[in-house]
């Protein structure tokens, strides 16, 4: 068998969206006009599918530090922080970002991927521990789950009672066991309710590790996500996040008010082993989370913004996956719908992401669209009409049409 064979099923779509040219992972921003903005085979287009929620890519300040960053400290640290050293820099964010969430610890991490990766793996035992996951959590709990070798168990989507009937049948041979949850759902756009999960997890001897990557800064009073929302900051035991989404660098981290979780830092594979986070990545996050904590207003234009649009839809009639959120989501139902929909919206001019099962939580394909407090009043007026043309010439995406 031919090493790959496995890429045979993948491939074949692959090539045939590329053939028809309606291919969505291979869109080349040729150039980046703003935060909002790029061009587009030649086009300018909208963007919407790019989850830089509070708009801090073209921040002034997050540019300068970056800019600072490289003249002081240089372009990268060449190595883990482990062997090679702590910059100022790293330390100065982890005791940010801590003091930010009220929480006593703070770890950087090179990707919000290795941050969820190196939380499960480095804290979870291969036998003495269970991990439960709820189905819907990102790829890269599945991954951390996988790395740490341990029992893991799938409960139902956003479904605590579903968790405590799998917590009270498991075998009582687990020493520790660990949840995890997202704090918004990055598909539907739809919330955990976290405190409810609390309680389960909690009641069970169970620790709670939340992904709040697309609800940091963007829920709750100050910006601190579900957990903040649902009022439980304080009973979150591992709280993950990335650098990503609303302040716009590379970069995640793990927060807890567990002292025992700065042992990760010698014992997590996907932190002591791999390159620690440029300087410049790291000062524009910085910069970036003094901005939004600043201006509470930016995180009020993005849900501004986001009820504007969820409202157009919905006037629409399209068919949208969950309550008004930074996630807007249309759901479709084949494959062919969405290869034909998406594409559309990028000749009207705005583009979006295009998710097909199994990368959905569902049976459905979806177009997912990531609005942002950058998105000036014509980007919504152009998205809402993009959106408009769409509901007319796709009625699979309508719900007067049974899917
Ligand atoms: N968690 C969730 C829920 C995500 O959606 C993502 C990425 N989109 C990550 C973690 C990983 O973040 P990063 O891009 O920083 O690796």
Known sequence: MSLFEKFEKNAALYDHLSAIGKNPFTVVMEEVLGPTRARIKGRETVLAGTHNYLGQTFEASAIQAAKDALDHDGTGTTGSRVANGTFAGHKKLEEDLAAYLGMKHCLVFSTGYAANLGAIAGLVDRVQDAVLIDADCHACIYDGCQLSGAETIRFRHNDPENLDKRLSRLDPKYKGKLV?????????????????????????????????AHSFGVYGETGKGVSEAEGVMDQVDFYTGTFSKALASIGGFVASNHPEAEYLRISSNPYRFTASPSPATIASASAALANIKAHPEIRAKLWENAKRLHAAFTQFGLRLAAEPAPVISV?????????????????????????????????????????????????????????????????????????
Do not use: Q
């Open 180 to 212: 995890c949850i997202e704090g918004m759902y990055s598909m539907y756009g739809d919330i955990a309710p976290v405190k409810e999960f609390v309680e389960v997890a909690h009641k069970h001897d169970a620790f709670l590790l939340v992904d709040e």
């Open 331 to 403: 759901l479709l139902p084949t494959r062919e719908d969405a290869f034909e929909a998406w594409s559309f919206l990028l000749e009207h001019g705005v583009y979006v992401n295009m998710a097909i099962p199994p990368g959905t939580p569902g049976k459905e394909s979806l177009l997912r669209l990531a609005v942002s407090s950058a998105h000036t009043s014509d980007d919504i007026d152009r998205l809402v009409s993009a959106y408009g043309a769409l509901a007319e010439a796709f009625p699979s995406a309508r719900i007067d049409t049974d899917a």
